[in-house]
């Protein structure tokens, strides 16, 4: 039998302890859950819980012990902790006593009894006073209180003051809502609502792209027989809206050179309505694949997959109408969804830069005098977004800026770009520029 507080806790144990992704862990796990007729709701909660929460949990668990001796505590005995007291604070289903019990018993069950005892005690002295002070100082505040890096939340404090640096924390911790993409190759969007109202899927329609709408209800959209034979896509808004502000043509050629896991580029496929061609390049195999199995479950017959690094992707020449650079970049607009990339310690932002600053003038060499160069990241830093514009701009006279307002609602554009802010607008953040070269 399948323990599941037992296999959250494995897998928090080695996503922390080893600072990697717990997505592929979490498919893993839930398939077995599925074959012991399951549900993985809660597998899911306590790990991206956890794993995003896990500087403010280990901040209240220091509250109830000796500062310095917890300092020095095994992080395997940390991670109980941590999992025990997400349960008690965030948990509306359930009971303390149940998170209190079966985490001492975890911890029994895997190390020994003194170990359950000092969990027990820590545990119960939180359920006896769990209301925590925190620091003075906002960034301080925020920090621990909303499980961030500080240097994070002093950024975010310069770039939009403290209210809405604390709005974005907020936001961040959320469930994501899902986003689902009408592929109007298969029907129109009024016929997937029909379709959603039809199976009681309550939905609302974006607000912004003219082909989303947006769930709470995950599973049963997943589940549905309906995506397997593609009648959609999950992608979020601000993904789409950067192919709304690209507006691909029907015949256009297009490369997107940095193609993984596919949604800009299926949406392409389906704006030119099958026609022209697309091709597709990223240089992990596994990742190509799954473009490979949308292209297929959606019906597209336009997109070819090069499995290439973009930086040697050639012959070089300007033969395409539309250059999509979706850059790699620090991803502070999907912290939401993401939660271990608050804590990537191997992010390199020098080499970050230097990679955009290099996609830029490699992509721009692939498009047609007339055609069109598309920028985009998922992220909120001004350095790898409106900068990194500005710089090649300067640099690169033969291409001009195409103001984002011409093609989207002006509330997602600001300075000529699509930029989208989740505390404002409820989705991922984003940026992207649309840029001409001339003839």
Not at 8 to 36: C, E, G, P, W
Not at 224 to 233: I, L, M, N, R, T
Request: glycine fraction near 4%.
């Amino acid at each position: 039998m399948i323990n599941i507080r037992k296999e959250a806790y494995l897998i928090i144990k080695k996503v922390l302890s080893k600072n990697i992704f717990s997505d592929k862990l979490l498919k893993q796990m839930t398939r077995k859950l599925h074959s012991a007729g399951k549900n993985a709701d809660l597998l899911y909660f306590m790990v991206k819980g956890v794993i995003k929460m896990q500087k403010n949990l280990e901040f209240i668990a220091s509250q109830f012990t000796d500062p310095k001796k917890f300092c020095k505590t095994d992080d395997k005995i940390k991670y109980l902790l941590y999992l025990g007291l997400y349960q008690m604070r965030y948990s509306d289903n359930i009971p303390e006593h149940a998170a209190v019990n079966e985490t001492v018993k975890l911890a029994k069950d895997l190390y020994n009894q003194k170990i359950a005892n000092f969990v027990n005690a820590v545990l119960r002295s939180y359920q006896k006073s769990p209301i925590i002070n925190y620091p003075q100082k906002t960034s301080e505040r925020l920090s621990l209180e909303y499980s961030f890096p500080q240097k994070m939340v002093e950024a975010w404090i310069e770039n939009w003051g403290e209210d809405r640096a604390e709005e974005f924390c907020m936001y961040s911790n959320d469930v994501p809502q899902l986003h689902v993409r009408n592929n109007r190759l298969a029907q129109q969007k009024s016929e997937l609502m029909r379709y959603f109202n039809d199976r009681s899927i309550l939905f609302k329609e974006s607000e912004f792209s003219s082909d989303v709408l947006i769930s709470n209800q995950a599973r049963k959209i997943l589940n549905d027989p309906a995506f397997e034979s593609g009648k959609y896509s999950i992608q979020d808004s601000s993904a789409a809206l950067v192919i709304e502000l690209m507006q691909p043509q029907k015949k256009a050629s297009v490369l997107d050179l940095f193609a993984a896991p596919g949604g800009k580029t299926s949406y392409i496929a389906e704006k030119m309505e099958n026609s022209g061609e697309i091709i597709a390049v990223d240089k992990i195999p596994n990742k190509t694949k799954k473009i490979k199995r949308a292209i297929r479950r959606l019906k597209l017959k336009n997109v070819k997959t090069i499995t290439e690094d973009a930086f040697k992707y050639g012959p070089i020449a300007p033969a395409y109408d539309f250059v999509l650079l979706d850059v790699p970049c620090s991803g502070w607009g999907v912290l939401q969804k993401k939660a271990e990339l608050r804590w990537q310690k191997n992010q390199n932002m020098k080499e970050i830069l230097k990679l955009q600053r290099n996609a830029l003038k490699r992509g721009a060499e692939f498009v047609t005098p007339g055609g069109f160069l598309i920028y985009s990241t998922c992220t909120l830093n001004e350095e790898e977004n409106e900068k990194m514009v500005s710089d090649f701009l300067e640099k690169n006279k033969n291409f001009n800026l195409i103001p984002a307002n011409k093609h989207l609602p002006k509330e997602i554009t600001e300075n000529g770009f699509l930029k989208t802010l989740p505390f404002l607008h409820n989705m991922d953040g984003a940026f992207a520029a649309k840029m001409q070269k001339e003839d």
